[in-house]
């Protein structure tokens, strides 16, 4: 009886797998997904894929890569999609806020997030929180005000395109200044962190005795009879006078802290600048101040690409500001998904998962990324497979060690459509 070797029984494997999908889907894909079953539409007849419902049309057609998804998705993986756009809003005069913390989105264990909309003269009442609050303008003017632990104050006023910090602790406030107020999105550097949950000012002295602020203070007891007995959180103010005036109006005795808590992200030179996009970089090297918090800021053209890539040294927090497209997350198992995100939405990547984004629609997609680390770190794939011995590389992939030297070696962190 002729033996058969492993390396023969397995292409007689392969072979009459390869025939059977060819009868199941008149499509069959020529590569694609390799494990078993085949995935994917391409490999589905067409009564297999039809989904007869109960569905939401409306809503199903915002993430065409979920109910259709590339062949190559394979596994589960934790939701790594959420919004402010389905975020519970709470409205007071003076502006409003919506917040995504870990109860809401499980795999952020790191971050979590909040939208907010100052009117102008609106105010965040002068508050205080356990984590650090790191945040990105998205419209118009806001004054911010922060005292440190030394006794430095610092106020500021910021614009579209940039960010402030707060260390933990540190108690601060922000208005929005003319004509139509701010928006902005915070990171707090912890999933739990809740926007609805701080250090008011109002709540302290509503419950703390008279005798004791007026002993605190050096004032009479009379002076306190009317604050508000409930804390203010949003509440509509003046509009502040000038910067220049504000700044000497709360000048200290103790100086002006070493570093700035505001910073142009928006204006920093590109940590990459192509024809596809560019990255600009925010991390305790250039925003000093910032010890828990690094950031990208990415702008892709449409078509481009966020190459393949991974962070070692922290997750990923994602604010989607512009524009639309898709990421493709890929973990060990294999576990592959990809899902599709539009502005107001949240994106997560766990710490050393491969990623991709692509601009999927006809305008400049821009979105920011945020790290609980100090220093922005990142590995590109074609970095490290075109700065290890092609050989060894061709011996993975079958390819041609010719077209493995023309892979970019410099990390371009964009790629062309």
Same mark, same amino acid.
């Given at each position: 009886?002729?033996?058969?070797?492993?390396?023969?029984?397995?292409?007689?494997?392969?072979?009459?797998?390869?025939?059977?999908?060819?009868?199941?889907?008149?499509?069959?894909?020529?590569?694609?997904?390799?494990?078993?079953?085949?995935?994917?539409?391409?490999?589905?007849?067409?009564?297999?894929?039809?989904?007869?419902?109960?569905?939401?049309?409306?809503?199903?057609?915002?993430?065409?890569?979920?109910?259709?998804?590339?062949?190559?998705?394979?596994?589960?993986?934790?939701?790594?999609?959420?919004?402010?756009?389905?975020?519970?809003?709470?409205?007071?005069?003076?502006?409003?806020?919506?917040?995504?913390?870990?109860?809401?989105?499980?795999?952020?264990?790191?971050?979590?997030?909040?939208?907010?909309?100052?009117?102008?003269?609106?105010?965040?009442? =002068?508050?205080?929180?356990?984590?650090?609050?790191?945040?990105?303008?998205?419209?118009?003017?806001?004054?911010?005000?922060?005292?440190?632990?030394?006794?430095?104050?610092?106020?500021?006023?910021?614009?579209?395109?940039? =960010?402030?910090?707060?260390?933990?602790?540190?108690?601060?406030?922000?208005?929005?200044?003319?004509?139509?107020?701010?928006?902005?999105?915070?990171?707090?550097?912890?999933?739990?962190?809740?926007?609805?949950? !701080?250090? =008011?000012?109002?709540?302290?002295?509503?419950?703390?005795?008279?005798?004791?602020?007026?002993?605190?203070?050096?004032?009479?007891?009379?002076?306190?009879?009317?604050?508000?007995?409930?804390?203010?959180?949003?509440?509509?103010?003046?509009?502040?006078?000038?910067?220049?005036?504000?700044?000497?109006?709360?000048?200290?005795?103790?100086?002006?802290?070493?570093?700035?808590?505001?910073?142009?992200?928006?204006?920093?030179?590109?940590?990459?600048?192509?024809?596809?996009? !560019?990255?600009?970089?925010?991390?305790?090297?250039?925003?000093?101040?910032?010890?828990?918090?690094?950031?990208?800021?990415?702008?892709?053209?449409?078509?481009?690409?966020?190459?393949?890539?991974?962070?070692?040294?922290?997750?990923?927090?994602?604010?989607?500001?512009?524009?639309?497209?898709?990421?493709?997350?890929?973990?060990?198992?294999?576990?592959?998904?990809?899902?599709?995100?539009?502005?107001?939405?949240?994106?997560?990547?766990?710490?050393?998962?491969?990623?991709?984004?692509?601009?999927?629609?006809?305008?400049?997609?821009?979105?920011?990324?945020?790290?609980?680390?100090?220093?922005?770190?990142?590995?590109?794939?074609?970095?490290?497979?075109?700065?290890?011995?092609?050989?060894?590389?061709?011996?993975?992939?079958?390819?041609?060690?010719?077209?493995?030297?023309?892979?970019?070696?410099?990390?371009?962190?964009?790629?062309?459509?």
């Amino acid at each position: 009886m002729e033996s058969f070797s492993r390396r023969n029984m397995l292409a007689a494997g392969a072979a009459g797998a390869a025939l059977a999908a060819a009868s199941s889907a008149a499509h069959a894909a020529t590569f694609g997904n390799p494990d078993e079953p085949p995935q994917g539409k391409i490999n589905a007849n067409p009564g297999s894929f039809r989904d007869p419902g109960p569905q939401n049309p409306a809503l199903s057609s915002q993430f065409p890569d979920a109910v259709d998804p590339p062949a190559t998705d394979i596994g589960d993986l934790a939701q790594f999609w959420s919004s402010f756009n389905n975020a519970h809003k709470r409205v007071q005069n003076g502006g409003w806020a919506r917040q995504v913390t870990q109860a809401d989105f499980a795999i952020s264990d790191t971050f979590s997030g909040v939208n907010m909309r100052l009117a102008a003269g609106g105010i965040r009442e =002068l508050h205080w929180h356990l984590a650090a609050e790191w945040a990105i303008m998205t419209y118009g003017h806001c004054r911010v005000t922060v005292l440190d632990q030394k006794g430095r104050p610092y106020v500021q006023d910021v614009k579209e395109g940039d =960010l402030w910090y707060f260390p933990a602790g540190f108690p601060h406030s922000l208005q929005g200044l003319g004509p139509d107020g701010c928006e902005f999105v915070i990171a707090f550097d912890d999933g739990n962190a809740s926007e609805f949950n !701080t250090l =008011l000012v109002t709540d302290w002295f509503a419950h703390t005795p008279p005798a004791i602020l007026a002993k605190n203070f050096g004032a009479a007891e009379e002076t306190f009879k009317s604050i508000p007995l409930n804390d203010l959180w949003i509440f509509q103010g003046k509009e502040p006078g000038p910067l220049a005036e504000a700044q000497a109006a709360v000048a200290s005795s103790a100086g002006s802290p070493p570093f700035p808590f505001t910073f142009s992200l928006s204006g920093v030179k590109p940590f990459r600048d192509n024809k596809s996009g !560019t990255l600009q970089i925010a991390d305790s090297t250039s925003f000093n101040v910032s010890k828990t918090v690094a950031a990208a800021l990415q702008t892709i053209k449409p078509g481009g690409l966020r190459e393949l890539h991974w962070h070692p040294n922290a997750d990923e927090w994602q604010y989607w500001i512009k524009g639309e497209g898709r990421m493709g997350v890929f973990n060990a198992g294999p576990r592959v998904q990809t899902q599709d995100f539009k502005p107001g939405d949240i994106g997560y990547v766990k710490r050393a998962a491969g990623h991709y984004i692509e601009n999927t629609g006809t305008t400049d997609l821009v979105l920011v990324a945020v790290f609980r680390a100090a220093e922005y770190q990142e590995v590109s794939l074609s970095d490290w497979l075109a700065h290890t011995p092609l050989e060894l590389v061709a011996q993975h992939l079958n390819i041609d060690p010719a077209v493995l030297a023309k892979f970019p070696k410099d990390a371009p962190g964009l790629m062309p459509a």
